[in-house]
């Protein structure tokens, strides 16, 4: 709530402007921008602009119903930052070279990530303790320092149709239960790495990573059907 309490004008994030948008609905941002904050606002879409350079691309806080699409975002601390928000979509953008992360969400409920390409980030996408569902689609996620997509929650994490490789963890689910088809997951040093976390891991190319394929941690039951392991043998286990 603190967000709604500032006001901001003519401030500027490498020479240009910096958006506020605070108590609004409806809005449609495409200008040239240096840093987006959408604040206690519903249906807003931010598109079609090019952020590099700042401290976050774009944050959302205490909002509803936000689409960010098609907008690149590189060099920054974070991509994209969600905190206390629901039903935010990420779109058909390129979220590279972020030194935190690419997509981080706190206390965000109902997040889609669809149709990016997140590399080269310390952390491709992260979401912690959310209060609803993380969702990552068609999604090309590469040579992040550590996680391509991390998922420390209760609830439910779904990762279907994406090319995961070369990251320190392709995935990894701490806690919550995962729901993980049709991709492709190789070249990381583990696949996909459970923390206490159940899940379906199914209809996945998964071979090639450095210590483990997929990796179970605790108790919680993990299935696994109908993935190629890189050997019609199967996986090696132990």
Known sequence: ??????????????RKPLRYIVNASGVALSED??????????????????????DVGVEVAYS???????????????????????????????????ERAGVSCRRTADVTVSGCSIRYNHRGIDCYKPSGILRVVNCRIEDNELEGVNYC?????????????????????DTGFAHIRNSVICYNLYGVYFFEAGGRVCCCNIYSNEYYGLYVHGEKLVVAS??????????EYN
């Open 64 to 98: 509803e119903r936000v689409v960010v699409e098609n907008i690149s975002l590189v060099e920054n601390n974070y991509g994209v930052y969600c905190s206390s928000s629901s039903h935010v979509v990420i779109s058909s953008c390129r979220i590279h070279s972020n």
């Open 153 to 173: 929650g209760e609830h439910e994490l779904y990762v279907f149709n994406c090319t995961i490789f070369r990251n320190c963890y392709g995935i990894e689910c």
């Open 33 to 54: 921008v240096g840093e987006v904050l959408v604040v206690n606002s519903t249906e807003v879409r931010v598109g079609d602009i090019i952020i590099s350079r700042s």
């Open 226 to 235: 109908f993935c190629w392991w890189g050997s019609p043998e199967g996986p």
């Open 1 to 14: 709530k603190h967000f709604a309490s500032h006001v901001f004008e003519w401030c500027t994030v490498n």
